[in-house]
């Protein structure tokens, strides 16, 4: 079974590249619901709205802490306290690692599901390419070590075992957090989508970021600088006259489907 942070790290690091594979995306987005797609679905991959250079990362995200900084110890002092997870927040934790979306359904009030809501889940993988490019960018900007690297955990989301930590580790794609990003992103998305789910979908973002120190995969300062990174990439967004629209298409296929309706059988959104 291939480890999901390693997954998700090549996924980010390569995106749209020959070396992921195809589906690869699509999976960790849309979660089970992945599972009903055919081929065709699993390997498009829309692009997103921002050209590479659209966000100044370096004004963004701020260095990550120094090692043995007091911002540096108080992390590592909360990662060891989120290795003592009960059992129920160590599962949540195992399931907010393997997907995205499906992750906010109960606090957005809709399954995900591409065949019930595609004019919001493509939305979403568009947006979602947005921040694994910019996540990505900023991870060569800031190779700091994972966890894992720096410390012999007791287990690590995605691992039988968790791995031996490196012997003297400079370099790696903790900060920031990917997949934290994902989940930020796709709940500020969600909020233009359904103001009134606002207060639900935050909470629930943030204890999703929570989730990868949980995992043993991510410091706290790193969800934070996910935070950052996926508001000001939200922020861009909303400039954008095309995410506008499809902004636009979304609520009413939103509006329409809590209402009974179908969305195949809603007008063309331009």
């Not at 963004?60 to 290795?83: N, R, Y």
């Amino acid at each position: 079974m291939k480890n999901s942070w390693f997954a998700l790290t090549l996924i980010a690091l390569t995106l749209a590249s020959a070396h992921a594979a195809p589906g690869d995306r699509a999976r960790l987005l849309e979660g089970a619901a992945a599972a009903k797609l055919s081929p065709a679905e699993l390997a498009d991959e829309p692009a997103g709205y921002l050209a590479p250079s659209a966000l100044d990362l370096a004004s963004i995200v701020s260095p990550p802490p120094a090692p043995g900084s007091a911002q540096d110890l108080a992390d590592v002092a909360a990662l060891k306290q989120a290795m003592h997870a009960a059992p129920a927040r160590w599962a949540r934790a195992l399931a907010d690692d393997a997907s995205v979306y499906d992750r906010f359904e109960k606090e957005f009030g809709l399954t995900f599901d591409r065949r019930h809501l595609p004019r919001l889940i493509r939305l979403l993988n568009r947006v979602s390419a947005d921040a694994l490019a910019a996540g990505a960018e900023a991870k060569k900007l800031f190779p700091r070590p994972r966890p894992f690297q720096r410390f012999a955990l007791a287990r690590v989301c995605g691992q039988a075992a968790a791995p031996k930590p490196d012997a003297n580790p400079t370099t790696g794609t903790s900060y920031p957090s990917g997949h934290a990003a994902l989940g930020w992103a796709t709940v500020l998305v969600l909020i233009e989508i359904a103001p009134s789910r606002a207060q639900q979908l935050l909470l629930r973002a943030e204890d999703y970021g929570e989730s990868r120190v949980v995992c043993g995969v991510h410091f706290p300062s790193d969800i934070e600088a996910s935070r950052k990174l996926a508001g000001a990439l939200v922020d861009r967004l909303l400039t954008v006259p095309e995410f506008r629209r499809d902004v636009a298409c979304a609520k009413t296929e939103h509006r329409a489907v809590l209402a009974g309706e179908k969305s195949e059988d809603l007008a063309a959104c331009y």
